[in-house]
């Protein structure tokens, strides 16, 4: 254990750019309870609950990418990821959107992967060009069971390699990070 008197040498590292920020997991504005929703434990996981239709009962029908972020969001719900659609999450409820192809956030060349409403209807996916007013599929939204910790930060420097003074990122290790111990 360290006591006042302890010493150590240091060694400084920093990243040779500004770090991107986290891309943010998906998260509904508001929480399955607070939508009424409570099927979370009946497919997928538990800790996202899915349904077909809006807060006022509504089948989405056909959509386009806008539209279906729209239709989820409208409610505070958000459209399910390509493997909250696989894992049945809004499975069998309502609408008859099992075996039709849904909108998922998930991405692909040029659009957006469409993906069969209930893994029992076949996993095969399809991308549909975003934005194309003709690009169409119905809707089904996830929702989360609680609402979403902030992420953590990921670790950056003030200031980069380049700002320091500091050439060697390429020497070892990562080209993303240089060290110095003067």
Same mark, same amino acid.
């Given at each position: ?11 400084c ?15 509904s504005?508001?929480?399955?309870g ?40 409208? /409610?505070? =719900? #958000?459209? $399910?990821?390509? @493997?909250?659609?696989?894992a049945?999450? !809004?499975? %069998?409820?309502?609408?008859?959107y ?12 040029g ?17 549909l ?19 979403a ?6 670790? /950056?420097? =003030? #200031?980069? $390699?380049?700002? @320091?003074?500091w050439?060697?990122?390429? !020497?070892? %290790?990562?080209a ?7």
């Open positions: 254990v360290p006591d006042a008197n302890s010493k150590a040498v240091v060694r590292c920093a990243d040779e750019a500004a770090a991107p920020a986290p891309a943010p997991a998906p998260s504005a508001r929480t399955c607070e939508l009424g929703w409570g099927n979370a434990r009946a497919f997928g996981s538990a800790a996202v609950c899915g349904e077909s239709e809006n807060s006022r009962g509504q089948c989405s029908g056909q959509q386009t990418w806008v539209g279906a972020n729209n239709f989820c969001g409208a /409610s505070g =719900a #958000r459209l $399910c990821t390509l @493997l909250e659609t696989r049945n999450e !809004a499975r %069998g409820t309502g609408c008859g099992d075996g039709r192809d849904v909108w998922t956030t998930g991405t692909c060349a659009g957006r992967v469409v993906a069969k409403g209930a893994s029992t209807s076949g996993s095969a996916t399809r991308c060009a975003v934005p194309d007013a003709n690009s169409k599929a119905v809707v089904r939204c996830c929702a989360d069971e609680a609402a910790p902030a992420p953590a930060p990921a670790p /950056s420097s =003030a #200031r980069t $390699c380049g700002e @320091l003074g050439g060697n990122a390429r !020497a070892f %290790g990562s993303a990070v240089c060290g110095e111990s003067e």
